[in-house]
């Protein structure tokens, strides 16, 4: 006779919520520790920027594929200079809430980002890679390889990094002498000295930024009446936007066009001026024919 064998009995006993939310927590920071071991590299296949100037960084950089969003400024022809490649993706608005939505596995911000969009989003457990605006011509290789570094694109960007290296060699040893004298004016008077990203783009097109004759290292205001009393060779105007703010007035006083042997030029098209990105050798390139034409007239 075969032995009896006594019958199992599965219990199904309730875990509480507390218990799952406890067990969730804790594979998530075993995940976030493996993480961030040497050698495990996290995949960044979706990535998300919300910052004008990592969208056209990301944009040179990223796999096919891996930028998921951009933010609204990248669709904009006024202030992107890569809305062709910006279009074909969609944009966000940089709040918190919509970012975590789109599911990144990392989000591009630059450092003035709303501390509050940064802080939650990392709270959430996205990671959050904050890149410093450009102050100067010698930032842009920085953010390049800051970005090929975030996104595992370090290769490609030694190379971008490579030919933007070597026109700037080359625009270094183009340098006129004399230099002219040149000035900046932006809406309500502001300009930019020679300790701005704006200001560096003077120097290596080859002019001399009087802003430095009047204190201004950074970005400031210069009066009008001092502007006219500095009386530069050339003015560069920023763009004069659509509207009644008498704020712009400054850009068309009659002052400055009674200015005798000052040149009042074209207005400046932010887009090649606002990041520091490749682009900015357009600036560049556009401020040295500017010089060649003077020189010549």
Request: aromatic share 4%; proline share 7%.
């Amino acid at each position: 006779m075969a032995p009896r064998i006594a019958p199992r009995i599965l219990v199904s006993v309730p875990i509480s919520n507390h218990i799952k939310h406890s067990a969730r927590a804790l594979v998530c920071a075993l995940t976030l520790q493996l993480m961030l071991l040497p050698g495990i590299a996290r995949a960044q296949e979706r990535v998300v920027s919300i910052n004008l100037c990592t969208d056209q960084l990301a944009l040179m950089l990223a796999a096919p594929g891996q930028l998921a969003s951009v933010s609204r400024l990248a669709h904009d022809p006024d202030s992107s200079a890569m809305v062709a490649q910006a279009r074909a993706l969609p944009t966000n608005g940089s709040g918190a809430e919509e970012v975590f939505l789109l599911r990144p596995d990392l989000v591009l911000a630059g450092t003035y980002t709303d501390p509050a969009t940064v802080s939650m989003l990392r709270s959430l457990g996205i990671p959050v890679e904050l890149f410093a605006p450009a102050t100067a011509i010698s930032d842009v290789p920085k953010r390049m390889a800051q970005m090929g570094r975030a996104l595992n694109r370090s290769a490609q960007a030694d190379q971008m990094i490579a030919q933007f290296n070597a026109a700037i060699a080359r625009l270094e040893g183009d340098q006129a002498s004399p230099r002219p004298r040149a000035a900046l004016s932006y809406v309500n008077s502001y300009s930019s000295g020679p300790g701005s990203l704006a200001g560096d783009i003077l120097r290596l097109a080859g002019f001399d930024n009087v802003a430095a004759e009047a204190g201004l290292q950074n970005v400031g205001k210069i009066p009008l009446e001092t502007l006219v009393m500095l009386h530069p060779d050339v003015i560069i105007l920023g763009r004069n936007y659509p509207g009644t703010a008498r704020a712009e007035d400054n850009l068309s006083h009659p002052a400055l066009a009674a200015l005798n042997g000052t040149v009042i030029a074209p207005e400046l098209t932010d887009k090649d001026w606002i990041c520091g990105t490749p682009v900015v050798l357009n600036a560049i390139n556009a401020m040295r024919d500017l010089r060649l034409r003077l020189e010549n007239s």
